[in-house]
């Protein structure tokens, strides 16, 4: 383990100003995007819709890092490959590598992460294929009686595998426990629930020696539940989430890089500064993003799986990222 590398990595995707693209949505998620313009997704369309992405002129002002699929971190724009094609604009290539979630037995309602077989020699694989970092994303749901601490438990102790096995191939893990949106509770319950996850999957970080200075987490906001009546405001979703880190995550590492989870392009921007605003640096972290949905959406609608509207769709783009960026540096946005 090159633990001067990882510590290297895992602060150029903190960077000032910087965060991360998430477009590493699986096979059937992205057909799940692309439902809502009524294209089929193939390899051929997932490409044209991420090479309309990756190709938008002066992402890197914005963009340390783009996540990829298996299936895009094999394939090439104009005769270069994708991981080679964003390390030359100065973008760290990464990979999603877990297998998506399948039902934890005896636990209705809750899931496990699938790809813990033959995780290291795929991780191999994408570090010959150029990744620098990967993600593991780990779901948490909030109902009647859940989550359950062996569900907790048993998805912190695969994230914590996960991220020594990426760090003995000097690839930087982002550790991505998820407590979802979605649900009928309020913030307070979210607080709860999102600290006690926290500070489990630290205790198995530690347990498993993850250099925690070679990591970054990838964590929700502390926000009510998208079906609770009273939604919180950008004020109170910025000092519980704070909070919670100040309680539960250590001052070791080096960022944290939220996932937008289901909110909408603008209030994953404006919570994100509301965030920053308030952020004291007893934390010592970088806060910044690591979107899919908030970042994607507006391209996606005006792209609409046609070559005509790529140019229109990475000017809406390339400004969805100016603004995330400047929330992230707590300007104004
Ligand atoms: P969203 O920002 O759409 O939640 O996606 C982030 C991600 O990578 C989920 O694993």
């Known amino acids: 383990?090159?633990?001067?590398?990882?510590?290297?990595?895992?602060?150029?995707?903190?960077?000032?100003?910087?965060?991360?693209?998430?477009?590493?949505?699986?096979?059937?998620?992205?057909?799940?995007?692309?439902d809502k313009i009524n294209l089929q997704s193939v390899p051929e369309t997932n490409l044209a819709y991420?090479?309309?992405?990756?190709?938008?002129?002066?992402i890197e002002e914005f963009l340390s890092g783009v996540i990829l699929y298996d299936e895009t971190i094999r394939q090439s724009i104009d005769g270069v490959t994708i991981p080679k094609y964003l390390e030359d604009r100065g973008i760290l290539p990464g990979i999603k590598v877990d297998q998506g979630t399948e039902d934890l037995p005896n636990s209705p309602g809750e899931k496990i992460t699938k790809g813990m077989e033959g995780l290291e020699e795929r991780l191999k694989e994408y570090k010959e294929l150029g990744a620098k970092f990967a993600k593991w994303r780990a779901v948490i749901t909030i109902g009647e009686n859940i989550p359950t601490d062996i569900c907790i438990e048993a998805n912190a102790e695969s994230l914590a595998q996960y991220a020594a096995l990426c760090q003995e191939q000097d690839i930087v893990p982002i550790v991505e426990p998820e407590v979802l949106m979605d649900g009928e509770h309020d913030l307070e319950k979210c607080r709860e629930v999102t600290t006690k996850t926290l500070k489990i999957v630290f205790e198995k970080l530690e347990a498993h020696r993850v250099a925690l200075e070679g990591m970054l987490l990838k964590p929700n906001m502390v926000i009510s539940g998208k079906d609770f009546a009273v939604k919180a405001n950008p004020q109170?979703?910025?000092?519980?989430?704070?909070?919670?880190?100040?309680?539960?995550?250590?001052?070791?590492?080096?960022?944290?890089?939220?996932?937008?989870?289901g909110q909408t392009p603008d209030e994953a921007t404006v919570n994100l500064a509301a965030i920053n605003k308030i952020s004291p640096p007893a934390g010592g972290w970088q806060l910044s993003f690591?979107?899919?949905?908030?970042?994607?959406?507006?391209?996606?609608?005006?792209?609409?799986?046609?070559?005509?509207?790529?140019?229109?769709?990475?000017?809406?783009?390339?400004e969805r990222l100016r603004k995330v960026s400047s929330a992230r540096s707590a300007k104004s946005v």
Do not use: C, H
Request: proline share 4%.
């Open 50 to 58: 991420r090479k309309m992405l990756f190709t938008t002129p002066g």
């Open 290 to 318: 690591s979107y899919g949905r908030a970042l994607q959406d507006e391209a996606l609608k005006v792209w609409a799986g046609k070559e005509e509207n790529v140019l229109e769709a990475q000017k809406v783009f390339l």
């Open 236 to 261: 109170e979703i910025a000092k519980a989430t704070v909070e919670t880190f100040l309680e539960a995550v250590p001052k070791e590492v080096p960022g944290i890089v939220f996932l937008s989870g």
């Open 1 to 34: 383990m090159d633990i001067i590398l990882l510590k290297q990595t895992a602060q150029t995707l903190v960077a000032p100003g910087k965060g991360i693209l998430a477009a590493d949505e699986s096979s059937k998620t992205i057909q799940k995007r692309f």
